[in-house]
């Protein structure tokens, strides 16, 4: 069973650093690709960046060149690291997986960039 867990938000001033972490307690997403979303007040939940299994990554253009995504297998545990953060990046930021076709989220993570 897949059990998602977010952690690591939190409010950092505009062009600071921040990384959030989703980790799996029922340890099956490690041979699962895994995805970030974020959900801004008002807005669609919208996509944010992929890595598979083995730690191919992917990212929106929005956050290219800022974020990066990777994973510890061994720990079930996925990362982004956000780098020169800006105020449209404010939102809840969800970590998401399918599995035996059925999609997994959890429960979100608030990420607030303001001065």
């Known amino acids: 069973q897949v059990q998602l867990v977010e952690s690591g938000g939190g409010w950092v001033q505009p062009g600071g650093s921040l990384r959030v972490s989703c980790t799996d307690s029922?340890?099956?997403?490690?041979?699962?690709?895994m995805y970030w979303y974020r959900q801004a007040p008002g807005k669609q939940r919208e996509w944010v960046a992929s890595v598979t299994a083995i730690g191919t990554a992917t990212y929106a253009d929005s956050v290219k060149d800022r974020f990066t995504v990777s994973r510890e297998n061994a720990k079930s545990t996925m990362f982004l690291t956000m780098n020169n953060l800006r105020p449209e990046d404010t939102a809840v930021y969800y970590c998401n997986t399918v599995y035996r076709s059925a999609t997994y989220w959890g429960q979100g993570t608030q990420v607030t960039v303001s001065s």
């Open positions: 029922g340890s099956v997403s490690s041979f699962l690709p």
